[in-house]
């Protein structure tokens, strides 16, 4: 029994709210059980237990745990702190679940620190030379400024020098553009497209990324890609080289995103495919 369970039942919860609990876990498993899953883009250190349970029960085996803050951080010493929390911490709550984890380190766009930026990219270094991260991410633009433009810059070249995979956000606003930005500086750096991940992709923005060779991420939240999406870029373009994460975090998401999209894209895909879209891709490049 899950330790979600074990809490309504310490809580008094009524049969009621038991009976719903299975009932709600139950429909979610049925059809997804033949499928494994990972989720390729989290920020799970800024949800609670409860998330990460329902995660478990439902099937979840893996998730890639990337670096982000909802402030901007005054100093090194905030990045470094979040990034020992997801190293020497959260990695080890997910396994508490019993779900395999991944780390990736490195400053989001929206997170640049104030000053001693200098000490970010060593505690970076440091990191890889010791082999505690997987991966450096999410890195990338957020509206494309010259300081964002040199901190992306900086990264990929830490990420190049140790052969990490690099995961890369896009925006929400001015997508497209953004996208192309950061597209033509990863050409210009020499990245090799295969140890990518383009995340947060519109439909529309999909080719662009498998064209350079990149894997597409898709982000199953509010104001994000849909299931009808997923199905319709999968029918199109085909499952290789498409991820899809939930982007749980601080803001409105939901940790059984990839269950829920599993369940409704077994109606019309394929097992081999919806599985490679959950599976297999990620865990190719991110050494599951």
């Not at 920020?43 to 409860?50: D, F, K, S, V, W």
């Not at 990863?186 to 497209?193: A, F, M, N, Q, S």
């Not at 939240?221 to 999968?234: C, H, K, L, T």
Request: charged share 25%; with cysteine.
């Amino acid at each position: 029994m899950s330790s979600y369970c074990r809490e309504l039942h310490r809580e008094g919860a009524d049969e009621y709210d038991l009976i719903f609990f299975y009932t709600i876990v139950v429909t979610l498993c049925w059809g997804v059980a033949t499928v494994r899953i990972i989720d390729s883009h989290t920020h799970t250190y800024l949800r609670g237990p409860e998330d990460l349970d329902l995660m478990a029960v439902a099937g979840i085996e893996g998730a890639v745990v990337c670096s982000y803050l909802p402030v901007q951080p005054s100093g090194a010493s905030t990045l470094k702190d979040l990034f020992n929390w997801q190293i020497g911490v959260e990695s080890m709550r997910l396994s508490s679940y019993h779900i395999d984890c991944r780390v990736a380190v490195g400053i989001h766009p929206r997170s640049i620190p104030t000053n001693e930026i200098e000490l970010v990219y060593d505690r970076l270094i440091a990191i890889f030379d010791n082999e505690t991260a997987t991966a450096m991410g999410e890195i990338g633009l957020e509206v494309g400024s010259k300081e964002e433009i040199d901190v992306f810059v900086q990264q990929l070249r830490i990420a190049k020098d140790y052969a990490r995979p690099i995961i890369v956000h896009t925006p929400k606003n001015n997508k497209a553009a953004v996208f192309e930005k950061a597209l033509a500086i990863l050409k210009e750096e020499d990245v090799d497209g295969s140890k990518v991940i383009i995340d947060h992709l519109t439909p529309d923005l999909v080719p662009r990324a498998r064209e350079f060779g990149a894997l597409a991420g898709l982000t199953i939240r509010p104001g994000g890609a849909s299931p009808g999406d997923v199905e319709a870029i999968i029918s199109k373009c085909g499952p290789e080289g498409v991820v899809l994460g939930s982007d749980i975090g601080d803001s409105p998401s939901d940790p059984l995103a990839l269950p829920r999209t599993v369940r409704q894209l077994m109606r019309s895909l394929s097992a081999r495919d919806v599985e490679l879209i959950v599976y297999s891709n990620i865990r190719a490049l991110m050494w599951f």
